[in-house]
T-cell receptor
Framework: GQQLNQSPQSMFIQEGEDVSMNCTSS?????WLWYKQEPGEGPVLLIA?????ELTSNGRLTAQFGITRKDSFLNISASIPSDVGIYFC???????????FGGGTRLMVKP | NAGVMQNPRHLVRRRGQEARLRCSPM?????VYWYRQLPEEGLKFMVY????????ESGMPKERFSAEFPKEGPSILRIQQVVRGDSAAYFC????????????FGEGSWLTVV
């Protein structure tokens, strides 16, 4: 089946720093989605990408759909303590409507 | 997460009992997905349903697990004869009928098997 490799697995940064995380796949995806999950909660959609090369921002968050359709990155600028959580990439390919998730990036921000 | 309703949020079952998890999709959504998340891991696809149809159950264990999405009422994920390894967070998600649209998640049901 399709697999997503997400890196890094965890990051511990200082408040105000920029953050970058990415996902790669051996197969092509038609949609990339980035979610944030906090403890005891469900994943909350941050950004959705539908076209290769697409670059989309949501406040301090920016994500891009790689032109090869096999990768995506998420950047967070000027991190703040409330950015703490686990960030998941998810891709949807040709095999049905379901999403394949990366393993997550755990972000910790030191005030 | 607004709109996808799951209940119960927390469920404790003894080994051998049955667990039933319910999901009401967002208004206007006719596609429902169930995912399982083990502690410290990502979400794993289990099953994809439309009203009265199972579209893809390739991620669901062959035994003890079943899912339905009836014409009326919520989608149900049923786990029979639960074992400790079934302890996990179970997330439901929904999307509209159009392909390629965004999928929204509920807040999850945390199953603990004791």
């Amino acid at each position: 089946g399709q697999q997503l490799n997400q890196s890094p697995q965890s990051m511990f940064i200082q408040e105000g720093e920029d953050v970058s995380m990415n996902c790669t796949s051996s197969s092509i995806f038609n949609t990339w989605l980035w979610y944030k999950q906090e403890p005891g909660e469900g994943p909350v959609l941050l950004i959705a990408l539908y076209k290769a090369g697409e670059l989309t921002s949501n406040g301090r968050l920016t994500a891009q759909f790689g032109i090869t359709r096999k990768d995506s990155f998420l950047n967070i600028s000027a991190s703040i303590p409330s950015d703490v959580g686990i960030y998941f990439c998810a891709g949807r390919g040709n095999a049905g409507n379901m999403l394949t998730f990366g393993g997550g990036t755990r972000l910790m921000v030191k005030p | 997460n607004a709109g996808v309703m799951q209940n119960p949020r927390h469920l404790v079952r003894r080994r051998g009992q049955e667990a039933r998890l319910r999901c009401s999709p967002m208004k206007g959504h006719s596609h429902v997905y169930w995912y399982r998340q083990l502690p410290e891991e990502g979400l794993k696809f289990m099953v994809y349903l439309q009203k009265e149809n199972i579209i893809d159950e390739s991620g669901m264990p062959k035994e003890r697990f079943s899912a339905e999405f009836p014409k009326e009422g919520p989608s149900i994920l049923r786990i029979q004869q639960v074992v400790r390894g079934d302890s996990a967070a179970y997330f439901c998600a929904s999307s509209p009928v159009e392909p390629g649209t965004t999928i929204y998640f509920g807040e999850g049901s945390w199953l603990t098997v004791v």
